[in-house]
């Protein structure tokens, strides 16, 4: 059995890192589903016209300092992991921090 590949992306804007992930696929099922594995896997997902499940299995609010030298940013942060399915199986296992300085772009939170 061949080991499970592993991405992690930061997602920046302005030089700013505002996204961290982490994603773990199963190597026989990637070339499959990821055709163009540098586009981000939602738009190769949905350009194949791929249908999965996302199943959200833990959502994440607090402080890190670690997370505050990586986003450059005091927290708290939010985070959330998520399994992709498909045909039932597991396809890819997803986990997502989100900094603070996303409320420049998308407006403040609220709790």
Known sequence: MEKPLLW???LNVDGKVLVC???WWNTQQISRYLGETEKPIWIS???QRTEI???ITQ???GNSPDLEKRFGHK???WG???IFWRDRQPLSLI???FSPALEQYLGPMKL
């Open 53 to 55: 499940f996302r199943e």
């Open 95 to 97: 986990h997502e921090i």
């Open 75 to 77: 927290g708290p942060f």
């Open 59 to 61: 959502l994440y609010y």
């Open 8 to 10: 992690q992306v930061h």
């Open 21 to 23: 992930a982490t994603s």
């Open 80 to 82: 959330r992991e998520y």
């Open 45 to 47: 997902l949905s350009s």
